[in-house]
């Protein structure tokens, strides 16, 4: 039942369950089972670096466009001038 609860968190990238459950972990019982969770947890593993990977390019480009839509700004003058 774990382990196909830990399957349907990866394949639908819930990772809340996925949190739950890694919090939760049962005592696994056979050689069979401690495989599969170890399968699991390698392509878990694989997902959050993929996301935090995707994460990032997604920062660093929200930064450039900042930086771009911040490039075509021109300073207000920081004083009234009233001589003209």
Same mark, same amino acid.
């Given at each position: 039942?774990? !382990?196909?609860? !830990? &399957? ?5 990238? %819930?990772? =809340?369950?996925?949190?739950? !459950? +890694?919090? %939760? !972990?049962?005592?696994? =019982? ?7 969770? +170890?399968?699991?947890? =390698?392509?878990?593993?694989? +997902?959050?670096?993929? &996301?935090? %990977? ?26 009234? %001038?009233? =001589?003209?």
């Amino acid at each position: 039942m774990w !382990l196909n609860q !830990l &399957k349907v968190a990866i394949v639908t990238e %819930d990772f =809340s369950l996925l949190e739950s !459950l +890694l919090v %939760d !972990l049962p005592p696994l =019982s056979n050689t069979k089972e401690i495989e599969s969770a +170890l399968l699991l947890f =390698s392509q878990a593993k694989e +997902l959050l670096e993929a &996301k935090k %990977d995707e994460a990032k390019a997604s920062t660093q480009q929200i930064r450039k466009n900042i930086n771009f839509l911040k490039s075509g700004i021109t300073e207000a003058p920081t004083k009234f %001038d009233i =001589s003209s």
